[in-house]
């Protein structure tokens, strides 16, 4: 199953070796969820801040349940502010 | 081993200092024929001012500093003459000093101009700490002083008494005011500073004769072109002569000044010569010239210790460079500040605000510079000149923008992105 | 063991931070027209370089004071300049040629970097370690200095031209 | 007291400028800054004054932390009435030029009237004086600054000037300061060259040091340093991406304004992102960002400096742009960008050079020349009009060549110099114009953050997301997360919102600040600098003090509650992807609640009871 990944800003450093940009498909199985994969990448707890699936947040006690689809996008940030 | 220092000036002085950190051992005689401690000529405007006492001017502020160092100080002794076949010198008691190497620091003398009545109570150089007290007492509030030349001394000089408050004129010979320090700009620009300030200030134009006074004042100074000022003191500032008087008979080579070489010798082997009295190499020009600056007297006393004491250290030349507080406003002059044949300069003038900047250059290095109203990180142009720093495109913006000295330097001694600087 | 101030104009962002704490720490008062350190901003390189005393060996500054005003701290190796004993005179500001002795129009007398003796107020207030106090043999400070004084020290004469 | 306690006042008609004390009883009402220049405003002037004529005053305000060691205390603000809105103006800036005007000893500059001629201000710790500005009128603010540079021989005079743009009648230019940093909102610009001042000069050699309790403060600012260095977003975030790392962000949750607000996600925003400054490019191998810089006594460092390909066609003959300079901020990036549908960075960086070279607020003219882009497409403006710019979505010589034009004030940049408010009424469709009170969005669509609707539609000087910035709440998950697809809780939030800024744009102090301090951290610096006993909770009332004042005028000069309103796009068309896809924005569901919070009538005005509380 293809999943969208998206990581910005510093947890670029993050995405598989190789990734240009900012953003890559991932394969993963059935009812992976989004914690898993966010353990899978490596991303410390602090650091996995917005986390997005096609563009809703996912509140950090929904992520261990929130099971991912094929085609959804994955997208998460640090903790981030402009203005 | 054993160092004679004639003059306790700072050149005297500073060598004095540096024979004993470089050779333990020597003995080291510094004979003064004032009778003060080792004082700043330097100083004495502010002690004219009021603000700092005699003490305020000493070279060395504790009393027992020259002992702790082992360093034998004659003050109110002078010499009398040079015995280089012998190695001794002469006091005026009559009685002889023995030396291995021998440091003329005599310094310089204020010149006395050929002008009629110039010898007269109320007319004294302001050179000595002895004048400076007797103007001190003498140039009072409102009262009518005519200062004689605007060069450098005379323009410190100028600062001291407008601020006592007297009524001053100030008579120049040049066209302008500093004629050998600044160029018609700036020197202009200061004449109009001190006339706004309350200073008359006469260029182009000399005293002829010096009169006993009417109006109950004790002088007058009659001008060019027949205009007299009263005056209560005379005051000279034209020009400085060294002092080498002593030297007749001694075989050292005197010039303008004492001729020394690069290790600071005179022509007569283990005499050397510093300061004020010496004609040293120049950085700028590579010639040997007179400077009579601090700066100067300290490089020349250092060099000239580190080559008695036996090490082998040229002289690279040191650059002519002098800064000055004219009532509150302050200039400075470095290097070649005329400018060389075939070199850019650049020049920025905001006169409303007194502020101006030349700077010249040779291809893209800087030799010369003049800052009025600026004084914000000066010295780099000293360091600028000193380095013989090419500044590669910086040649350019300096040009353009010729207050971004500090940022011309940084970023052609520094790289600005990568190195670590340590301080 | 002696300590030194680094200066890494990389880490510089500008923010006068450095300036600020200097001339609260030595005047009382937030005015960066007073401190002893001072940042330079190249615009049109997007850079900037915080700058002060290097504390050289040479020190012009000290050996030019007319009245000995400035001294050198055993402690620290910071010259400093004794209020009490400045004259104004200004010889130092010209003599030193990293142009980092400043005249203060308000006080008639000169300022530069003590270096706080020896618990430096910019350090402590950079935010990007851009100015650090650290050991100065760790980081080849005597070699740094050696640099610093040479890059203004007369050049030998095979430059310097003439005789 | 960190107040310098000194105002300048400058009468133009007259040429004088004469000190005043500062009024100190408001100063412990309205703190300094935003709320302090208001008070001064509303008292002297007529709320129905135009704001181009001499009856208009303009205020360049600090607050009491401006010119101190607290973090971000460098800001000054402009306050005046807004030609773009005919409401409050008030902008705020960064740069050195509030630290050095305090510096100097100065609280406040207050021009009145209008000068015969051009002039500027030269302002040297007591000394001021009015010079005519002969040399520099006609001049952009970068050839401003360096010929007064030059002609005043002194690198460290600050300077804050319009360019040609404001000269021409641009109604949203700005004033810049410092080359790069600008009040940029509203048409601040507009009115100080009305007056005929191109520029202000400053320079401070008095500094600060009255402050209350210096311990104190030097402690509570340490402690609120380590604050921001320990906080991820301005410890970390914020300075490595600048606020520019929400341009993925935010079309992620599809909230991008594109396309005059047609859509709302931009399918090149990572082309134009923060992440995208750092990509080396081909040309020359270099990144577009250069490096982060900072405000005065700013330890976050968010801003970014920029250069643009060498080779890009914007600047091949013009080597005058191949240097660093302030580069994108993610509202400039937006307006520039998304909103016209280009994805080239440095035809947008170019873009935002030209905002600041000549003084042109980039979320104003980037968001008319949007609209003027959807009108072309829809062929009401023509080839003819543009003068041969094809004005299509997407073209980035198109927007280059507006750019030129706009902030000469030559050609159809003088119709771009309108905004899009007069712009689409001119051409017949004022319902395109996507303003709140004649004042351009900023880069939040509101269907997409439901709150920032309400934001947008009750701020005070048209629209705007530095009032109430919900989106630290609704996207950012700062101070908490809510959802920013629902109404419900957001009339509360963006009231507190509003009143805390109101509190920090009083200070001296930066509203970035606070996506790691609260008004906790705030207080104990202020009170340590000020007499006053400065408690949150009176901060907080300043705030809420300081908004109804500017309420309190608005709706003298004929902004009513009707005016807190949406576009229609906005509140009728559906956005059409992304999590908000289907919805609109729900303003009246959120407004009600909002005026009654705030002790307002349902038409939205204070009643006498609340304006007596708070003492307006």
Redesign the interface.
Known sequence: MKLRLKLYATLGDYLPSGVRGHETTLDIGPETTVQQVIDRLGIPEEQAHLVLVDGVYVEPQARSSRVLREGEVLAIWPPVAGG | MRHLIIGAG?AGV?AAEHLRETDPQAGILLIGDEPEPPY????LP?YLTG??DER??????SADHFDRLGIELRTGTRVTAIEPADKHVRLEDGREEAYDRLLLATGSSPATPPIPGIEQEGVTPCWTLEQGRAIASGARPDSPVVLLGAGFIGSIVLEALARRGVELHVVEMGDRMVPRMMNETAGGLLKEWCEKKGVKVHVSTRATAIQSGRNGHRLAVELEGGEVLDADLVITATGVRPNTGLLEGSGVQVDQGILID?NMQTSVEGIYAAGDVAQG?D?S???YSVQAI??TA??HG?LAALNMAGRNV?H??TLN???L?TL?L?S?S?GLWQGVEGGDHAE???RP?Y???NLQFEEDRLVGGTCL???????????LI????PLGVWKERLM??P?????A???C??????????? | MLKSLALEPAKCTGCLQCELACSWENEASFNPSKSRIRVFTFHEEGRFAPYTCTQCAEAWCLHACPVEAIVINGATGAKEVIEDVCVGCKVCTIACPFGTVNYNHDTGKVIKCDLCGGDPACARACPTEAITWVDADQTGYDRMQAWAARSVESIDATQGGGA | MSWAGKILRVNLNAGTVTPEPLNMEWAMQYLGQRGLATKYLVEETDPKVDPLSPDNKLIMATGPLTGTMASTGGRYSVITKGPLTGAIACSNSGGFFGAELKHAGWDMIIFEGRSPKPVYLYVEDDHAELIPADEIWGKSVWETDQILHEKHADPLIRIAAVGRAAEKGCLYAAIVNDLHRAAGRSGVGTVMASKQVKAVVVRGTKGISNIRDPEAFEEVTEAAKKVLAENAVTGEGLPKYGTQVLMNVINEIGAMPTRNMRDVQFEGASKISGEAMYEPRESDGKPNLVTNGACFGCTIACGRISTIDPTHFTIKDKPQYRHASGGLEYEAAWALGSDEGIDDLDALTYANFLCNEDGLDPISFGATVAAAMELYEMGVITREDTGGIELKFGNAEALARCAELTARGEGFGQVLGLGSKRLCEKYGHPDLSMTVKGQEFPAYDPRGIQGMGLAYATSNRGACHLRGYSVASEVLGIPYKTDPLVTEGKAELVKAFQDATGAVDSSGLCVFTTFAWTLEDIAPQIDAACEGNWTPEKLQEVGERVWNLERKYNIEAGITGKYDTLPKRLLKEAAKTGPAKGMANRLDEMLPEYYSLRGWTPDGVPTPETLQRLGV
């Not at chain 2, 305020?56 to 502020?61: A, D, M, S, W």
């Not at chain 2, 914000?376 to 000293?382: D, N, Q």
């Open positions: 700072p500073i700043s000529r330097m100083a502010y603000n700092i305020g001017t000493h070279l060395r502020k690069r190499r950085f020009t590579g010639e601090q700066p300290a490089e250092r040229p690279q030349g460079m002098n800064v507080d509150g302050i400075s470095f920025l003038l905001n605000r502020r101006y900047v109203g600026l004084t914000e990180h000066i010295g780099v142009l000293h360091g000193q380095s013989r720093l353009q923008d207050t971004r000295l500090m940022e330097y940084l970023a001694t520094q790289s600005l992105s990568a190195c670590k600087v340590l301080h």
